[in-house]
């Protein structure tokens, strides 16, 4: 009864390679999010859905493009894989898009490109 | 343009003594405060937040938080340590009225020492 998970959990993979993080809420929550926490654990926000419309979208490589098929789980595909990119990446949710909500986050998905 | 400094990267406490970790913001509008604790290998989970209501604010597992208007201060404080207590804790800032575009501050990492 995870309430916010996300697949992979760990992701090894090639520079140049497009990969997909999955990440699924069964709070019932209206907003996701997902967010980059690199190495200095620095923990930066990547984009924002409230049902199912981007409403945070960050300086983010246009290789990084989020999907959300329902309000219950947001997509992260990157495109041409750069070492940059390697962090753990985590997807979060909320009830609502106001600012004084408690998010929910996920596990991480580590993602190492080599 | 909201931000959170955390001054002090690594805490460490004996067992038995007061936590204080140190959280100040800086933000042009009334602004609403978090601390997020993450566990190693896990995502954040929320301590407390203030929201403008009481100023002091008590959370999970005995910690709690006073914010100060005057001092733009929202100090993380818990009377007596438990080994549990060794993770990373995030002091974060967002704004009323706002989507919850929430700002992280770098994190204080916590060891207790036995």
């Known amino acids: 009864d995870t309430a916010v998970s996300q697949t992979p959990k760990y992701l090894v993979t090639q520079m140049g390679n497009d990969k997909s993080i999955k990440c699924e809420q069964n709070?019932?929550?209206?907003?996701m999010y997902w967010y980059k926490q690199d190495s200095k654990k620095f923990l930066k926000i990547m984009f924002s859905?409230?049902?199912?419309?981007?409403?945070i979208n960050e300086t983010v490589p246009n290789r990084f493009s989020p999907k959300s098929p329902d309000k219950a789980h947001l997509n992260l595909h990157i495109n041409s894989l750069e070492l940059g990119d390697s962090a753990v990446y985590f997807c979060?949710?909320?009830?609502?898009?106001?600012?004084?909500?408690?998010?929910?986050f996920g596990p991480g998905t580590r993602l190492l490109v080599l | 343009a909201q931000s959170v400094t955390q001054l002090g990267s690594h805490v460490s406490v004996s067992e038995g003594a007061l936590v204080l970790l140190r959280c100040n913001y800086s933000?042009?509008?009334?602004?609403?405060l978090f601390w997020y604790v993450q566990y190693p290998n896990q995502g954040l989970q929320l301590l407390l937040k203030?929201?403008?209501?009481?100023?002091l604010v008590k959370g999970i597992n005995g910690f709690e938080a006073e914010f100060k208007k005057s001092e733009t201060s929202f100090h993380l404080t818990k009377p007596s340590a438990h080994m549990s207590d060794a993770a990373e804790y995030f002091c974060?800032?967002?704004?009323?009225?706002?989507?919850?575009?929430?700002?992280f501050g770098t994190g204080t990492k916590l060891q207790v020492i036995p």
């Open positions: 979060a949710s909320s009830q609502g898009q106001g600012s004084q909500e408690t998010q929910y």
């Open positions: 709070l019932g929550h209206d907003t």
């Open positions: 859905y409230n049902n199912k419309e981007l409403i």
């Open positions: 933000s042009s509008v009334p602004p609403y």
């Open positions: 203030y929201t403008s209501a009481a100023t």
């Open positions: 974060a800032v967002t704004h009323s009225g706002g989507y919850q575009k929430v700002t």
